[in-house]
């Protein structure tokens, strides 16, 4: 059971027009590890069409909270994408609900961006 109070939800998403293959995301919340998922190509092709995962539910205490997504796989032309990135959110009474939309720009580290829904 998650009551509201306690509740928040983690989905993550691709940028629109993403194609970069996706391989595994993981996420922390204040250094405890809370989920890694590895996805499969439907999920993939999901994820590329517009959907939505919902990687995790869970229990939190109300207050401020610290948020590590890690992901890892391939660009298009075949070189690793890695990136991991923090966020600060804070938890109030009512369920929270966290967005992460994931992109894979030309150069440099894969861009992970946060966003309360």
């Not at 919902?54 to 298009?76: E, F, M, W």
């Amino acid at each position: 059971l998650y009551p509201s109070n306690t509740q928040v939800a983690v989905f993550v998403s691709l940028a629109e027009g993403e194609k970069f293959r996706l391989d595994s995301v993981q996420i922390q919340i204040d250094g405890a590890p809370l989920e890694r998922h590895i996805y499969s190509f439907k999920e993939l092709e999901a994820l590329q069409k517009g959907g939505v995962q919902r990687i995790y539910t869970g229990n939190i205490p109300t207050g401020d909270h610290q948020l590590q997504v890690s992901i890892a796989g391939k660009r298009a032309g075949g070189s690793d994408l890695l990136g991991t990135e923090s966020f600060g959110f804070r938890k109030d009474v009512e369920p929270k609900l966290v967005g992460i939309t994931l992109a894979a720009p030309t150069l440099g580290a894969a861009s992970i961006q946060l966003g309360s829904w």
